[in-house]
């Protein structure tokens, strides 16, 4: 068997509504055909082989711009076999490499056509990719939701929702005491500090002390991700589980936070970390270090999102997997089939491959319009008074005694 095409297919996917989505602020959105709203791109990538089996993938990163890089590695694909996943992981890892560290937009890139590796390997033996990857752990995978309000978190709780995960970087000791209040015991809650802007280690430090009582899963990304030695400092502090990663890509970019215990949940963005196997790899450094796995899938397309259920069901390690609940509408349409949550759980696909397909009529009515975001209004909260039109990276909170404290 022989690849004889590898083609991309962009669309701009529909923002989810500000209720599904734990962040802070209003970012930068685009109208265009459809009368859609967002910066979300979704990726998709097919390998084509003279057998006629199809393979599809995706990635993510930064799609507009990994779309040319896919493009560009197609010279070195056609003709091989698709198969030998490994060899070709590698011969990809080597072409890209000239052009610097490997990225989010190179590991994009090549995760998306690993994927659609995998799931061509699959077809041609007629198994799921997790049987590939050394069978069943487990038949179903445990999800999260985002809510940032009580009121979404009941709602979540009532649709059979276990875990929720809030986000921002204003107001956090507030935003979790409340939720907490309302939920309970019974349901897990994490928060994700994600910045714009990124804290401070002492901040960060000394959030991670007053989120103490509130028994959370994680706290999520509090510092910048290239600043490694302040995750330390944080752990040092804090008697609280730290989760970070989504923002690196392959074994290399996540190395130093599992091999230095930096944190207990390792989060690798099944788009954009080099793939399954990839992500495979990661599960296993992360499994010798008892680091548990939640890939992330916040800003992912439905592809990606059956990757990682196919590698989780075949992990030890592997704890839950973000899901937005309410996602836009068109999530469900652009595949096919489209899982489904049940009382906290998505099943493991059981049919050849990956189990699924897109629909690429369906893609094709949602050409790419925008890919970047920015707070767009200055009553975004997370920023200091004042600070908004800086843009800063990284800020020292200011009004502390309301950033610290519950009252």
């Known amino acids: 068997m022989k690849i004889t095409d590898v083609k991309t297919f962009l669309m701009q996917a529909g923002a989810p509504n500000l209720k599904s989505w734990a962040a802070d602020g209003s970012f930068g959105t685009q109208s265009y055909s459809g009368n859609l709203t967002g910066t979300r791109n979704w990726l998709f990538v097919k390998v084509y082989t003279d057998q006629g089996i199809t393979g599809i993938g995706e990635c993510s990163g930064w799609p507009r711009v990994i779309e040319t890089a896919v493009r560009d590695l ?21 072409a890209i490499m000239g052009h610097g560290m490997t990225g989010t937009v190179g590991a994009g890139a090549m995760t998306g056509v690993d994927m659609a590796l995998w799931d061509i390997k699959g077809k041609a033996l007629g198994v799921p990719v997790w049987n590939l990857l050394g069978g069943k752990v487990r038949d179903r995978i445990h999800i999260y939701a985002h809510a940032n309000t009580p009121e979404v978190a009941l709602s979540l709780k009532e649709r059979g929702i276990t875990a929720i995960k809030c986000g921002g970087v204003s107001d956090p000791v507030r935003k979790v005491a409340g939720l907490r209040d309302a939920i309970g015991d019974e349901m897990d809650l994490m928060i994700d500090l994600h910045g714009p802007p990124w804290m401070t280690p002492g901040d960060a430090a000394r959030l991670a002390r007053a989120l103490e009582p509130y028994d959370l899963m994680w706290i999520e990304d509090p510092i910048a991700p290239e600043n490694l030695d302040g995750y330390r400092r944080i752990r040092d502090a804090a008697h609280v589980p730290l989760a970070a990663g989504e923002r690196s890509s392959t074994i290399f970019g996540l190395r130093e936070l599992i091999e230095h215990d930096l944190v207990d949940v390792a989060q690798p963005d099944t788009g954009r970390a080099g793939g399954i196997t990839q992500m495979k790899k990661i599960a296993a ?24 259920l196919h590698v989780m069901a075949a992990i030890p390690n592997a704890l839950i997997l973000e899901r937005i609940e309410d996602d836009w509408d068109g999530r469900a349409r652009t595949v096919i089939p489209h899982p489904q949550q049940v009382d906290g759980y998505l099943q493991v696909p059981d049919a050849p491959g990956l189990g699924v397909d897109i629909d690429e009529e369906f893609v094709a009515q949602f050409p790419s319009s925008q890919n970047l975001s920015v707070p767009i209004g200055k009553d975004t909260t997370s920023y200091a008074p004042g600070t908004f039109d800086e843009h800063v990276y ?9 950033h610290f404290r519950p009252d």
């Open 394 to 402: 990284v800020q020292t909170r200011l009004r502390r005694g309301r």
């Open 285 to 308: 450094m992360a499994e010798a270090h008892h680091i548990m796995m939640a890939p992330h899938s916040g800003s992912l397309g439905p592809v990606a999102e059956y990757a990682a």
């Open 74 to 94: 197609r010279a070195l694909l056609v003709g091989e076999d698709p198969t030998h996943i490994e060899r070709l992981w590698q011969k990809m890892q080597i």
